[in-house]
């Protein structure tokens, strides 16, 4: 049984930044696409952000990109998101998921994701 557990959230101002972290358990991490998702009250969870086992692949949300950062270090374990320029519209619980397969290949679908961690709540003020 994988567990993901994410660290990182917080209270931000608008135009700051965070860094959050997600370290997994077991031995199945290093052949696990991981993504990031987050879920607004009242909205649908969505993908944010995705990477390939090796990192040669990643995905942004178009209202991420260019502020955003999927990255993932397999020796400990561990993907991020580096996030900058937050602005309000990101506050959101932040959640890390895994897909375990034999496919190196980006995974939007929050069904296509075997595991998932607690979340960790981003705000950011105005």
């Known amino acids: 049984q994988v567990q993901l557990v994410e660290s990182g959230g917080g209270l931000v101002q608008a135009g700051g930044s965070l860094r959050l972290s997600c370290v997994a358990s077991?031995?199945?991490?290093?052949?696990?696409?991981m993504g990031w998702f987050r879920q607004a009250p009242g909205k649908e969870r969505e993908i944010v952000a995705c990477?390939?086992?090796?990192?040669?692949?990643?995905y942004y949300a178009d209202s991420v990109k260019g502020r955003f950062t999927i990255s993932r270090d397999n020796a400990k374990n561990t993907v991020y998101l580096q996030m900058n320029s937050l602005k309000p519209e990101d506050t959101a619980v932040y959640y890390c998921?895994?897909?375990?397969?034999?496919?190196?290949?980006?995974?939007?679908?929050?069904?296509?994701?075997?595991?998932w961690g607690q979340g960790t709540q981003v705000t950011v003020s105005s």
């Open positions: 998921a895994g897909n375990y397969s034999p496919h190196e290949v980006i995974r939007l679908a929050s069904y296509e994701y075997n595991y």
């Open positions: 990477i390939t086992w090796s990192g040669g692949s990643t």
């Open positions: 077991g031995r199945t991490f290093s052949r696990s696409v």
